[in-house]
C-alpha cells in the first residue's frame, strides 16, 4: 500500500482550535491556512510557532522591532500586548480551514487534507465594518478564492469580489518562504496602510 495513504489513514481529522478572534471594529480579517500541532506551539493563539515570522512582522510594522511582541527577556510572546495590538488596529484573526488531516504529521500546507473550510461567509457577518480579506501564503489564498469565487491574486496584489470584498494574498509568514523578515513586512505594511 503507498505510503502515503497508510499516513493518511493512522491520522485523526483535527478540528481548528481557536474561535474566530474579532476585535471591536474589525476592519480586516488575516487568514492562514490551519495551525501547527500543539507539540510546536509557544502560546495558545494564532502563530503560535515561534520560528513564524507572523509576530515579527506585526513588531516590525506598528512598532519598528521585530521582537516587540515578545515578553522581555523571554523567547515567548506577549500574548496580552498581541491582542492590545490587534485590537487597537481593528484586526481580526480566522484561518481558513476549520477541519483538516496532515497527511504527514507536519504543519506544511503542502500536506494538509482539507475536510472541511471555514464558514467565511459566517465569519464575515460578524464584522459589519470588515470589507478586507488578506491570506497568508497560497493555500489560504487558494481556499478563499474557492470560497468567494474570485480567481487567486499573485502574491501582494489584490482584487475585489462581486460583492466588493477585497482579498489580498500575502507572502506566507513560515520561516521556509525564501524572503527576508523585511521585505515581508513591507508587503503587509501596504495591506495595513490601505486600511
Not at 480551514?97 to 507536519?106: I, P, Q, S, T
Not at 460578524?126 to 497568508?136: E, G, K, L, N
Amino acid at each position: 500500500m503507498n505510503e502515503n495513504i497508510l499516513t493518511n489513514l493512522n491520522n485523526d481529522i483535527e478540528t481548528h482550535p481557536w474561535e474566530p478572534f474579532i476585535p471591536e471594529g474589525a476592519k480586516v480579517l488575516i487568514m492562514g491556512t490551519f495551525p501547527p500541532g500543539a507539540h510546536r506551539w509557544n502560546m495558545n493563539f494564532y502563530y503560535p510557532n515561534r520560528t513564524n515570522d507572523f509576530w515579527k512582522i506585526i513588531g516590525l510594522i506598528f512598532y519598528d522591532d521585530p521582537g516587540a511582541l515578545l515578553i522581555p527577556g523571554s523567547k515567548d510572546y506577549d500574548l496580552d500586548k498581541i491582542i492590545c495590538t490587534l485590537s487597537e488596529h481593528h484586526i481580526a484573526m480566522n484561518d481558513t480551514v476549520y477541519k483538516a488531516r496532515r497527511l504527514k504529521g507536519n504543519a506544511s500546507d503542502k500536506f494538509l487534507e482539507i475536510i472541511e473550510p471555514v464558514d467565511l461567509k459566517g465569519l464575515l457577518e460578524q464584522m459589519p465594518d470588515c470589507r478586507t480579506v488578506a491570506t497568508t501564503g497560497e493555500k489560504a489564498a487558494q481556499v478563499v478564492a474557492s470560497l468567494t469565487d474570485t480567481p487567486l491574486p499573485k502574491m501582494g496584489e489584490h482584487l475585489k469580489s462581486a460583492n466588493g470584498l477585497e482579498i489580498w494574498r500575502m507572502p506566507s509568514t513560515s520561516r521556509a518562504f525564501p524572503m527576508s523578515l523585511e521585505k515581508k513586512a513591507e508587503y503587509y505594511r501596504q495591506l495595513l496602510l490601505q486600511i
